[in-house]
């Protein structure tokens, strides 16, 4: 009888004990309350974006806007390998997401080799893997979202014919086309082609100007911008147009241009559409800036792998729009965040 009363009382202050465990235990942990925990969002699937470092504003608000895609779907989106004390490269992070066994994988991507070997891994272990902005077309990925490089190479050409008909400057013209120096990435030879082909169209005589892309690395912005005041300080080698790849070196042209004193003397065209670059281009140091829609791939990527992964098909490419933002475009937006911030 005492055994069973025992067992009674024993199995009551359980009951009474646990919640209060919980919470305590809840405290230790999560740093909150019982409550806080219990508010705490669970999901169904779990996503990594790995990006790598170059043109961080830009991943930024492409993983905001997966990040926003994948709450509504109830799968979260991590930024894998961001913030880390060691360094990894883009292959590694793959790896260690297969690793870790997660549900889905958006990679900002290249065409080596050792890249193409790490996403056939993922998908050969039942990882669906999605490429953005760059490809890596000999694998077995299930979906590329990206822009279609040789028509932003056009869109760069015409911008670069008008730059010509406006300048008073007679014969040879030099227009310099920074690329980043990455042997995986196609991107910037189709965009040179498009530019290049849109040249030879337009103005017909090709002898009147001079195309030369030079590869920089866009892993250091300290890198980028040694070379670009470089440029700026050369006055053989200082052209007439300087287009920008990357954000990276957009923001180090303009500054260089500043800088230098050379805002004028070089007409600059622009990536992306960051608040800074926005500025430079409301001031006019920039001509033009041409910028992917980071909405779209952010939320076409998420779209893609859940699609994926409910259906077993996607489409392998999924186009992302661009847009082109000239002076007055760009002191549209800056006076639309302006009122947004309610400044």
């Known amino acids: 009888m005492k055994k069973k009363r025992f067992a009674i009382f024993l199995l009551v202050a359980v009951f009474i004990l646990a919640p209060v465990a919980l919470m305590l ?3 230790l942990l999560y740093g909150g309350t019982s409550k806080e925990i ?8 779990h996503y990594v974006m790995i990006t790598g470092a170059e043109d961080s504003g830009l991943w930024d608000a492409v993983y905001e ?3 926003a895609e994948g709450e509504k779907r109830g799968i979260y989106i991590e ?4 913030q880390l004390a060691v360094q990894y490269d883009r292959c590694q992070l793959v790896k260690m ?3 870790a066994s997660v549900d889905g994988i958006i990679v900002n991507s290249d065409e080596t080799e050792e890249m193409t070997a790490c996403i056939d891994e993922a998908v050969a272990q039942g990882i669906p893997v999605a490429t953005v902005l760059n490809d890596c077309s000999g694998s077995m990925r299930q979906c590329f979202v990206g822009t279609n490089n040789y028509h932003i190479g056009q869109e760069y050409g015409k911008q670069i014919r008008q730059a010509l008909r406006n300048m008073k400057k007679k014969g040879m013209k030099k227009v310099l086309v920074l690329t980043e120096n990455n042997s995986g990435d196609t991107s910037g030879n189709l965009i040179l082609l498009g530019i290049r082909e849109t040249l030879e169209r337009e103005i017909k005589v090709t002898h009147e ?3 030369d892309a030079v590869p920089i690395d ?4 300290f890198g980028a911008e040694e070379y670009i005041r470089d440029v700026f300080l050369d006055a053989e080698q200082i052209p007439d147009i300087l287009v920008c790849l990357s954000g990276v070196y957009t923001q ?7 800088d230098y004193n050379k805002v004028g003397m070089v007409q600059l065209l622009g990536y992306y559409d960051s608040e800074q670059i926005l500025d430079a281009l409301a001031k006019n140091i920039l001509t033009v800036t041409i910028t992917p829609d980071t909405q779209q791939m952010g939320q076409l990527s998420v779209e893609a792998l859940d699609e994926y992964r409910q259906t077993g098909y996607t489409n392998g490419y999924t186009a992302v729009d661009v847009q082109l933002i000239t002076a007055s475009d760009a002191k549209e937006r800056l006076a639309r965040i302006e009122q947004e911030q309610g400044l």
Do not use: H, L, P
């Open 38 to 45: 219990e508010q705490m969002t669970t999901y169904d699937r």
């Open 209 to 211: 100007v001079s195309v």
């Open 252 to 258: 180090c042209a303009y500054q260089a241009a500043v």
């Open 218 to 221: 866009n892993s250091d912005s």
């Open 25 to 27: 235990y809840g405290r």
């Open 79 to 82: 930024r894998f390998g961001d």
């Open 97 to 99: 997401a297969v690793q």
């Open 65 to 67: 806007s997966a990040k």
